[in-house]
């Protein structure tokens, strides 16, 4: 596996192709790279869901976008692939270089939701992320009063 620098940026984030076929391929990696960047584009539509997945390294792979996250239920990749003969994505999570689950045929509207609910929500997450803000040292507003 070779990473072709394709000097892409998108809306700030740098965007690495991660091809198998080399530089030979650079049609293909231009694909790649636009729908990495369509992607990031959905994912955007809901930047505080996405943030709190902590969500970095973007690299645009083949038919998709694989990033990492370091979420309440899920810390490790997340590759989000599209299916053309469907249109409709599949996401799969990847821990330790084994994927650890698979969800298809995900529409593009709960693209973004869905993620959130593999990766970050859980069934008491106000609590959850109160406790996590304690232990980082922040505490409420209300709570100095």
């Known amino acids: 596996m070779e990473v072709v620098q394709m000097g892409n940026s998108y809306q700030g984030l ?4 991660i ?3 080399g530089r030979n391929s650079l049609s ?5 790279m636009e729908l990495a960047q ?7 539509t809901d930047l505080m869901a996405v943030y709190s997945w902590r969500f ?3 690299v645009a792979i083949k038919n998709g976008l694989r990033f990492h996250v370091n979420g309440f239920k899920h810390q490790g990749w997340v590759e989000v692939v599209y299916d053309e003969g469907w249109d409709l994505f599949t996401i799969r999570l990847i821990k330790g270089g084994k ?4 969800i298809e045929q995900v529409y593009v509207d709960m ?8 990766v970050e929500r859980t069934a008491d997450y106000a609590k959850d992320v109160e406790h996590w803000l304690e232990q980082v ?9």
Do not use: S
């Open 14 to 17: 740098l965007i690495e192709c």
């Open 19 to 21: 091809t198998r076929e």
């Open 99 to 102: 994927m650890i689950r698979e």
């Open 38 to 44: 369509y992607i990031l584009g959905i994912l955007r």
């Open 56 to 58: 970095c390294k973007p």
């Open 137 to 145: 040292g922040i505490t409420w507003f209300n709570k100095w009063q």
């Open 28 to 32: 293909h990696n231009k694909f790649n």
């Open 111 to 118: 693209l973004v939701n869905t993620i959130d609910n593999a």
